[in-house]
């Protein structure tokens, strides 16, 4: 019997994109929501606990994520239900034409409990990662209104948009710009070395370095703006692909789960793991290519791990972060199916 098959990698990389958009547009929010004014004085006073309430952590700013999660995984559940086959009853000849149906409890509560974890996730790192980084601002002794435009963004002309901000990153990345901007008030070589830095200041960098004249203000200032943009869209990146490939895969399971609900003998349903073959997947994933189960059944990783499709969130984080494989299900086809 043929095999029907879908491709969730290319749905992925058709969503990835918007979901990217969405992501920036949120923060794009968060940060235009931050009341620069009171986080400036309330640092001139040394009160961290009210600027951080300043910026306005507001969960409603991602609501464009929300919206693009919830579009994509409707989507993606309709491209499954259309390659389903048509159930033919014999005995009446009644037909069934699997359709997919968004508002299924288990589908309102997968968007509402996915976006709901994530955007929770997201809104106390970003509150930890305030702290930190408006305490240690205040103890250098930094003036508040730079450490509060260095927080939230400065405008672009061009755009009228706030750009290069804290807001967004992630406590891990906010270390990396602390270590990238004191490697160049250092003259340090390393700073030539980040992967996301702009490469257009490398010269007067390595100019500074090799005469031991300090880099201009206005240059370290202009890299670090940059180099806070690339950390932002970096992070978009990595949380869209991810976000793709989990709620798609969800979405290709219920839907075969619905299809079950409604006459499709499960018994039929088989799913087999495909790993991209490339120097950049995972060993544990490498390891289980082409290997096929039941519609129920998990896959056990060559690390040991049990994920039910690719992205999978019950996974560790070693396993599911930024992982390119996708899931393959096949209906096999009886008597009475068309």
């Not at 901000?165 to 891990?172: A, E, K, P, R, V």
């Not at 960098?205 to 932002?232: K, Q, V, W």
């Not at 290709?252 to 997947?281: H, S």
């Not at 998990?298 to 599911?320: C, H, I, Q, S």
Request: aromatic share 6%; net charge negative.
């Amino acid at each position: 019997m043929p095999s029907r098959r879908v491709r969730i990698d290319r749905l992925i990389d058709l969503w990835d994109p918007v979901l990217r958009r969405a992501f920036l547009e949120s923060i794009a929010l968060l940060r235009s929501a931050a009341q620069l004014d009171v986080i400036e004085a309330a640092l001139a006073r040394g009160d961290v606990e009210t600027a951080l309430q300043a910026v306005q952590l507001d969960p409603i700013a991602f609501r464009p994520w929300d919206i693009a999660i919830s579009r994509m995984f409707e989507a993606g559940a309709n491209v499954v239900t259309a390659t389903l086959p048509v159930l033919s009853d014999p005995a009446t000849g009644l037909r069934t034409v699997f359709q997919f149906d968004v508002r299924n409890p288990a589908a309102e509560r997968y968007l509402f409990e996915r976006s709901s974890t994530k955007v929770v996730q997201i809104i106390a790192d970003q509150r930890d990662m305030i702290r930190t980084f408006l305490t240690a601002g205040m103890e250098a002794g930094n003036n508040p209104r730079t450490v509060a435009l260095d927080l939230v963004g400065r405008v672009n002309p061009a755009t009228g948009r706030r750009e290069g901000g804290f807001i967004g990153l992630t406590s891990s990345q906010e270390q990396w710009l602390a270590n990238y901007a004191e490697e160049l008030r250092n003259l340090d070589p390393a700073a030539l070395d980040r992967a996301l830095r702009d490469a257009r200041f490398d010269p007067a960098i390595r100019r500074a370095i090799e005469t031991g004249e300090p880099i201009p203000d206005g240059t370290i200032n202009a890299a670090l703006t940059n180099y806070r943009n690339r950390a932002l869209r970096y992070r978009a990146e990595t949380i869209a692909r991810t976000e793709a490939l989990t709620s798609l895969h969800e979405a290709q399971r219920q839907a075969f789960q619905q299809a079950v609900e409604n006459g499709l003998d499960p018994n039929d349903v088989r799913k087999t793991w495909r790993a991209t073959k490339d120097d950049r997947t995972r060993d544990s994933h490498a390891a289980m290519d082409g290997e096929t189960v039941g519609i129920d059944e998990l896959f056990v990783t060559g690390a040991g791990n049990l994920l039910g499709y690719p992205g999978d969130p019950n996974g560790p984080p070693e396993e599911v972060i930024n992982c390119r494989c996708w899931l393959e299900e096949r209906v096999d086809f009886l008597a009475n199916i068309e």
